[in-house]
């Protein structure tokens, strides 16, 4: 059974760039959550998606934003990136939203913003 | 909202020794879960143990096992005989109505 695919592994962008990060759930897995981690700041929540629609959402600003499609793949963008928006991000699925499977976690995207 | 504390930055054991890691959080929902993951340096998130609010039983994961709660709010992990294998970064995590919420982690070193 494969795992939680995320696209790219790294990623170098300039600062004012936008970037869109991929992540394919387990098959079968409806739930799709974001994280940001960083050194400083620790594991964030983003946001979740569950069946398409967006059922949660992290303290994060506007420029941060994500979708989920029909085959439960889900994207993150980040528009006009910061120095700051340097960090690991984290996709995780689970079969149900905010169910007691726990999330399956994908390797993560090392964003780096120059 | 709820809020995750791991007040042990770093612990070290022996190994074939027992180790406990401390969790505290803070909610006033009375249905969540809370799960403990590990993190080697290879960054993969590994989901170690699970436990639902609503059982009042410890959930055991072979050498995983919690002590769970509810009352005073805490969720501990231990280790029994600990293996060079779980060195690692280890999250506590609170699953609510905001989403996932992670404490900032504990560094396990396992000395030989």
């Known amino acids: 059974k494969a795992g939680v695919t995320q696209t790219p592994r790294y990623l170098i962008k300039t600062r004012g760039q936008q970037v869109t990060l991929s992540c394919s759930p387990i098959s079968g897995h409806r739930s799709v959550s974001w994280y940001q981690q960083t050194p400083g700041q620790g594991l964030q929540f983003l946001f979740e998606y569950f069946s398409e629609t967006q059922r949660n959402k992290g303290n994060f600003p506007g420029r941060f934003s994500g979708r989920q499609f029909s085959n439960s793949r889900s994207e993150m963008n980040v528009s006009t990136l910061e120095l700051g928006d340097s960090a690991l991000y984290l996709c995780?699925?689970?079969?149900?939203?905010?169910?007691?499977?726990?999330?399956?976690f994908g390797s993560g995207t090392r964003l780096t913003v120059v | 909202a709820q809020t995750v504390t791991q007040s042990q930055p770093e612990m070290s054991v022996q190994e074939a020794e027992t180790v406990t890691l401390s969790c505290t959080y803070d909610?006033?929902?009375?249905?969540?879960?809370l799960f403990w993951y590990k993190q080697p340096p290879s960054r993969q998130m590994i989901l170690v143990i699970r436990q639902e609010a609503y059982k009042q039983q410890n959930a055991t994961e072979n050498r995983f096992s919690v002590n769970f709660q509810k009352a005073a709010k805490s969720f501990s992990l231990k280790i029994s005989d600990s293996q060079l294998g779980d060195a690692a970064m280890y999250f506590c995590?609170?699953?609510?109505?905001?989403?996932?919420?992670f404490g900032k982690g504990t560094h396990l070193i396992i000395q030989p």
């Open positions: 909610t006033s929902e009375s249905d969540y879960y």
């Open positions: 995780a699925s689970s079969l149900l939203y905010r169910g007691p499977y726990g999330y399956t």
């Open positions: 995590a609170y699953s609510g109505a905001d989403g996932l919420t």
